[in-house]
């Protein structure tokens, strides 16, 4: 099973991006060691840890069902942009690791898709 997240704008010529429901699950891990703590930790992914013990401006993608939930609005997605975009700048000189640069081709991709939605002013969906 897969995970596809796209503009709520019902043209499917729109951009998106997909993962496996592992591969979802590796990116969201790789995001949260950037913030600075382990995913695994917290409450929602098996640990004890409140979201709210945690301040990342990427909680709504991190904290969010894989299949299931609210749809991240415009807004959300325009406040969790400089915070991806800084992401790639900072890791972009560790091009050596395969697994890196899946993940920063995969961040990349989710900004182009989070850039549609605010420009179209529309909601991404999870699905």
């Known amino acids: 099973m897969g995970l596809m997240l796209f503009p709520g704008d019902a043209d499917v010529t729109s951009p998106d991006i997909s993962w496996s429901a592992h591969g979802f699950s ?10 600075g703590f382990d995913l695994s930790e917290m ?10 013990s945690v301040s990342t401006t990427l909680t709504p993608l991190l904290d969010h069902p894989d299949d299931d939930g609210p749809d991240l609005t415009p807004g959300q ?3 969790m942009l400089p915070r991806l975009e800084a992401i790639i700048s900072q890791r972009q000189h560790d091009g050596g690791d395969l697994v890196v640069q899946r993940r920063m081709d995969d961040t990349r991709q989710l900004v182009t898709v989070m850039k549609f939605c605010v420009n179209a002013d529309v909601e991404l969906i999870f699905g």
């Open 26 to 35: 590796m990116f969201r891990q790789w995001l949260a060691q950037a913030e």
């Open 43 to 52: 409450c929602s992914f098996g640990g004890e840890r409140q979201w709210s």
């Open 77 to 79: 997605c325009a406040g």
